[in-house]
């Protein structure tokens, strides 16, 4: 495999500089919010982009700060990427200048290591950095290289990226993860459209954002299916075709703004919900004493009439799809310093991940940390304006969610990492009554 050349990346879009959220608490949001297109699903679409020559178009992708660094690490890769519409991208990779993904990359954004799968799978070798991420505790990407080398692929690690090459082509394989990963899941799946013979995911991650690249990949013309809940079965292809593809809603999108209208005391529509993708939520809002109503794309939330005392607390544990979403525990935390009782979280996917409840003790939350996956909650809590900072993208939301219950006036600094993840979020929150603004951060 040839040695990467000198190459310089620069990150040319609007850079993350340090902001800060000013909120004045203690109103009610009132109003309809559409719910954009999912962060977990975009990213991979546009990586399955590069699988085909043959151009791709996508609809309903929100304009996040994750996207624009994707876009950027295509372009800078030499793939062809147009932005004709507010959330609608198009992308033709008919050749790639650079099979070279740079530490500058993947730092800002550990889902650029899904392009591992297609561009080893089609052109044959890729050097790829270290992923980087929140921090939100240790996220290996060791199965992800299993699995490449489980289809023919040889990899050697030096210097902080794999070094990977495909003799030929990839060869189907049987593939089986230790544990269920959804990115090692996605990447597999990409891996193996374009390897030669039959390829078997066992288990295989059942998001919903996976069956949507899923059904993508049959539009371009991959042999693809789920044989049974947790194994995804893949016949290679020669070559895929271009396709064109609308993103599903954020199923995490949608609970954050249900919790917004739990705890503010509000009533919120949704629109451009998926009712189907957030069952356990919808369960877990009918058990604390607040059920939503759901219909097709449509989900209302009445919270108007809740005294204090009146939501139940209850045990959660985080866990793969079906089961409640990681990336829903800190504004269903949120949602528990309001119910009465003791309330128990157990976060089982990732170590660290409840450490941000130390920020929401600031504002007045009455919360025990045991230990990396373990705290209670008790509740109810008068929250209160304070200042706390954002260490991760979904705690940065869910302290939002608790600055709007507070009463007073909240500075939560660290505000652009939400921005990574959330399209627009303070003008959403803004458009249904609330008072939060924007501003580079003081700290």
Not at 113 to 139: A, K, Y
């Amino acid at each position: 495999m040839a040695d990467a050349r000198p190459f310089h990346w620069e990150y040319r879009p609007e850079p993350a500089a340090p902001e800060a959220f000013r909120i004045e608490g203690g109103a009610p949001l009132r109003g309809t919010v559409a719910v954009s297109g999912a962060k977990n699903a975009a990213l991979k679409l546009l990586a399955a982009a590069v699988l085909t020559g043959e151009r791709c178009r996508f609809e309903n992708v929100p304009e996040i700060e994750d996207v624009r660094v994707m876009v950027q690490v295509l372009t800078d890769l030499g793939v062809v990427v147009d932005h004709p519409a507010p959330g609608v991208y198009e992308v033709a990779a008919g050749d790639v200048d650079w099979l070279f993904i740079p530490l500058e990359a993947a730092a800002k954004m550990r889902a650029s290591f899904i392009l591992l799968g297609p561009l080893l799978t089609r052109f044959g070798r890729v050097i790829i950095s270290n992923p980087g991420g929140d921090r939100i505790g240790r996220r290996p990407v060791n199965l992800h290289v299993d699995a490449m080398r489980a289809l023919g692929a040889e990899i050697d690690y030096r210097n902080g990226y794999y070094y990977a090459q495909a003799p030929g082509r990839l060869r189907g394989g049987e593939i089986t993860f230790p544990q269920v990963t959804v990115m090692g899941t996605e990447n597999a799946m990409l891996a193996a459209c374009l390897a030669e013979g039959r390829t078997v995911i066992h288990p295989a991650a059942q998001e919903p954002e996976i069956d949507d690249l899923m059904a993508f990949l049959v539009k371009m013309g991959a042999e693809v299916a789920r044989t049974a809940p947790d194994t995804i079965e893949v016949h290679g292809q020669r070559r895929l075709r271009g396709a064109n593809h609308r993103v599903v809603p954020d199923r995490i999108e949608t609970g954050t703004f249900l919790v917004a209208a739990a705890v503010t005391g509000g009533k919120l529509t949704l629109e451009n919900a998926a009712c189907e993708h957030v069952g356990a939520l919808l369960d877990l809002f009918a058990r604390v004493g607040l059920p939503v109503r759901c219909e097709g794309t449509r989900m209302e939330v009445d919270a108007t009439g809740l005294r204090p005392g009146d939501l139940r607390g209850l045990d959660i544990e985080t866990a793969p799809y079906p089961g409640l979403a990681t990336d829903l525990q800190p504004p269903v935390c949120v949602l528990l310093t309001q119910a009465t009782g003791d309330s128990h979280v157990h976060e089982a996917i990732f170590e660290d991940r409840i450490e941000w409840l130390g920020e929401l003790r600031k504002l007045g939350a009455t919360v025990d940390i045991a230990d990396a996956h373990n705290a209670v909650i008790r509740g109810p809590a008068r929250l209160h304006g304070a200042e706390a900072s954002i260490g991760d993208l979904r705690a940065g939301a869910s302290l939002i969610l608790a600055a709007l219950a507070a009463e007073g006036t909240s500075l939560i600094h660290g505000a652009h990492h939400v921005h990574r993840g959330y399209e627009n979020i303070d003008r959403k929150f803004q458009q249904l009554g609330a008072t939060i603004t924007r501003s580079a951060d003081p700290a």
